[in-house]
């Protein structure tokens, strides 16, 4: 059980076009989804909070405009890298919780190039 | 703040070695303490956890016992395989928080 599936797995465009990353929980409600953001051989970024409905809530530093967040339903988030540059080129990785003090179960990851 | 802090790597081992990462929390309150692991090009799978002192989180062979006297959640195995390489994150989550706090992460390294 809890499965989160993350699509796709590796996104190679061109400098200025907007990139959309999906986030599912298969098999529970997610109440919460996280989006992280991890450099080569470094830890997990926390970018951003969501909670179903509501607005995400975005960490110090992280520019809201340029990571859209969306999290309309129990079961789908989404992560858009909006005018994307090569700057943004790592790795974006979501996790999803059903809530309290509940583990977080994390996608497999998508790996973006910003050409 | 909470934070966790974990021995640095790489840890390199020979197959059927014992392994030991170290990890240990700074926290107000009472977290809930996991390691997770991350295989190659992949996201995080959640390893073991451990919700209140002394309980010992256990899978696939690896152990970790929630150690509130030492602040501490290292991370054991008896015997080590080739398939064990990857990097171990332990994380802590407190009471009321919705955000896991990650140590920096430990590569491990097994060859046969």
């Known amino acids: 059980g809890a499965v989160v599936s993350q699509h796709p797995s590796w996104v190679i465009c061109k400098s200025g076009t907007s990139v959309k990353i999906e986030c599912r929980s298969l098999?529970?409600?997610?109440?919460?989804m996280f989006w992280y953001r991890q450099f080569p051989k470094q830890s997990l970024m926390l970018m951003a909070t969501?909670?179903?409905?509501?607005?995400?809530?975005?960490e110090q530093g992280v520019e809201k405009d340029k990571f859209l967040i969306n999290h309309a339903s129990l079961t789908l988030s989404t992560l858009t890298v909006t005018s994307a540059h090569p700057e943004d080129s790592s790795f974006y990785i979501c996790s999803a919780s059903d809530g309290g003090n509940q583990p977080q179960h994390f996608g497999d990851g998508t790996r973006l190039s910003i050409l | 703040g909470d934070s966790v802090t974990q021995m640095e790597g790489p840890v390199t081992l020979s197959e059927e070695a014992f392994l030991t990462i170290n990890c240990t929390y700074t926290?107000?309150?009472?977290?809930?303490l996991f390691w997770y692991v991350q295989y190659p090009g992949e996201g995080l799978q959640l390893l073991l956890k451990a919700t209140k002192a002394d309980d010992k989180g256990s899978n696939k062979g690896f152990e970790a016992t929630y150690r509130k006297e030492t602040t501490s959640f290292h991370l054991e195995k008896g015997s080590v395989q080739v398939s064990d390489s990857a990097v171990y994150f332990c994380?802590?989550?407190?009471?009321?928080?919705?955000?896991?706090?990650f140590g920096t992460g430990t590569r491990l390294l097994v060859s046969p």
């Open positions: 926290a107000t309150g009472y977290p809930s």
């Open positions: 994380a802590l989550l407190n009471t009321g928080f919705q955000k896991l706090v």
């Open positions: 969501s909670n179903e409905g509501s607005k995400a809530t975005y």
């Open positions: 098999d529970f409600q997610a109440t919460t």
